[in-house]
């Protein structure tokens, strides 16, 4: 069964970073892309980055690129979201997620795995 835990999440000042990490277990992933969505209050659930286990390809969400990384530890088994540069209004639950597929894709339903989400504060 897939496992995917989230931790990283914090409090912090708009223009700070954080660096969320998101373990994962239960099956070889080299066939899946590892993805990070957000979702704030009242709203609904958005694509940030993703990643394609094997190889290099990512996406990002036009409002993040250039301030957040998104990457992975093959000996850990883990994805990581590295988020510099922080705005208020990027407060939000943050979700690890993963899907079957090696097409890289920002649909919420594509994906087949989540995690609990780890929440993120940015304050002004």
């Known amino acids: 069964q897939v496992q995917l835990v989230e931790s990283g999440g914090g409090l912090v000042q708009a223009g700070g970073s954080l660096r969320l990490s998101c373990a994962a277990s239960?099956?070889?992933?080299?066939?899946?892309?590892m993805g990070w969505f957000c979702q704030a209050p009242g709203k609904e659930r958005e694509f940030v980055a993703a990643i394609r286990w094997s190889g290099s390809n990512t996406l990002y969400a036009d409002s993040v690129k250039g301030r957040f990384t998104i990457s992975r530890d093959y000996a850990k088994n883990t994805v990581y979201l590295q988020m510099n540069s922080l705005k208020p209004e990027e407060t939000a639950v943050y979700y690890c997620?993963?899907?079957?597929?090696?097409?890289?894709?920002?649909?919420?339903?594509?994906?087949?795995?989540w995690g609990q989400g780890t929440q993120v504060t940015v304050s002004s």
């Open positions: 997620t993963a899907a079957r597929t090696m097409a890289i894709m920002t649909s919420v339903e594509k994906y087949d795995y």
């Open positions: 239960g099956r070889t992933f080299s066939n899946y892309v």
